[in-house]
């Protein structure tokens, strides 16, 4: 069983930046890619940003690009998702997510955190 724990949500402005961090526990993490999604109220869950097993491969959602960046420490069993520029429209829940194969889909993902909220302001 594997248990992740995102945390670094909170309320910010347009144009801030957070970093969110996803500890994971349970198994080896190394072993998993990772991803981040999001849900805003409303909608359906989204897909932001994924990263490969050695962390030598990212992809991201079009909408991030630039101003987002994912990235992991193995040894600490730790993921993270650098959010800069924040925009009204980032507001939403963060999820983190481990699965076994590198894919921009939910489906493929095996274990999830319970979420951080992320809300920004003007």
């Known amino acids: 069983q594997v248990q992740l724990v995102e945390s670094g949500g909170g309320l910010v402005q347009a144009g801030d930046s957070l970093r969110l961090s996803c500890a994971a526990s349970g198994r080896i993490f190394s072993s998993y890619v990772m991803g981040w999604f999001r849900q805003a109220p409303g909608k359906e869950r989204e897909f932001v940003a994924t990263?490969?097993?050695?962390?030598?491969?990212?992809t991201y959602a079009d909408f991030v690009k630039g101003r987002f960046t994912i990235s992991r420490d193995n040894a600490k069993n730790t993921g993270y998702l650098q959010m800069n520029s924040l925009k009204l429209e980032d507001t939403a829940v963060y999820y983190c997510a481990m699965g076994s194969r590198f894919s921009r889909s939910g489906t493929w993902y095996d274990y999830w955190g319970q979420g951080t909220q992320v809300s920004v302001s003007s």
């Open positions: 990263i490969s097993w050695g962390g030598g491969t990212t």
